[in-house]
């Protein structure tokens, strides 16, 4: 990513509302975090004279509406619900009553906080990279990702837009854009190891090809006992789904575990499923073995619907079989993967 910098402005937000008590600006951070020197190549000093005063002057204008912050932090979670469970204050607080909720808008008014003091301080090279490596230090534990960062980003300038209207132009669009940029790449220094990134083609990190390989390895020798009992729920589910089969089609869904081609069937999704999952840490195997689910199913026209269910059936089963919520959420992000690879959204 390129480096300038202004998502410092997003993550301080960010950081402010998941990290501190309500109506709090104070930070407190341990030091012993990678360091981002103020001289280095890609930081965030780099951001131009012009693109800081673009920033400041428009963000003073929708700084004026008090509507502002509790608009960007209830669009984050509204777009993100995952990500609710971090603010401490309010992890179960139903949507629709965030906005009333007294937590949560203080929350809000300690991102206003935040980024008045960084958008004031944005000439500082030595601030920036001090508020870098406090970013990192402080949300590392946290199991913040990058890309949460990415996200809030993209939710500001959202709002942005729509409170700015014609004031929000290509110029300031494109210095926020490259604020945003920047941060991204700075926090990341310090915000999580290589194996948290998320790589840009497989779209999982290391650490869930870890989590699913692991906990696969645990239920493999029973994975034909698996496939077939998601199959017979799918098929009484959707009664439809079993003509995609036409060498069982027309077989009784109780008599099915007694059919020989049925049977087959289940071994060869089985033994599917284990090589794609065995191969996840090649991404070129696994970019390969997804194209060639993708390539051999499409003559047989089956929808998105079905391999969703599969997906989706696949979770309850290894909830059943002990997985944790943690591992859960690995498998998850993978499951997202092989069904948009193999079954893309039109």
Known sequence: ????????????????????????????????????????????????????????????????????????????????????????????????????????LAQAYTILAGLNVVIQSLSSTELMASQLNALGGAHKPRGATPIMFEQFGAVLEEVLAEELGSSFNAEAKQAWKNGIAALVAGISKTLKNSEDLVDPQTKLSGHQIRDVQRTWENIRGNRNAIVSDIFIKLFKETPRVQK??????????????????????????????DTIISAMDDKLQLLGNINYMRYTHAARSIPRGPWEDFGRLLMDSLGSNGVSSDDMDSWKGALNVFVNGISPKN
């Open 1 to 104: 990513m390129a480096f300038k910098l202004a998502l410092l402005f997003a993550i301080i937000a960010f950081a402010s509302a998941c990290s501190y008590a309500p109506g709090t600006t104070t930070t407190t951070v341990t030091t012993t975090v990678t360091t981002v020197s103020a001289d280095d190549e890609s930081d965030a000093g780099l951001l131009s004279s012009h693109d800081r005063s673009v920033i400041r002057k428009t963000w003073d204008q929708a700084r004026r509406d008090g509507d502002v912050p509790p608009k960007i932090l209830f669009r984050f979670i509204s777009a993100h619900p995952e990500y609710q469970k971090m603010f401490s204050k309010f992890p179960s607080v139903p949507q629709n009553e965030l906005m009333g909720n007294g937590n949560f």
């Open 244 to 273: 995609f089969f036409p060498k069982f089609a027309s077989v009784p869904v109780a008599s099915l575990s007694g059919d020989a081609e049925y049977n087959k069937q289940v071994a060869l999704v089985a033994d599917r499923l």
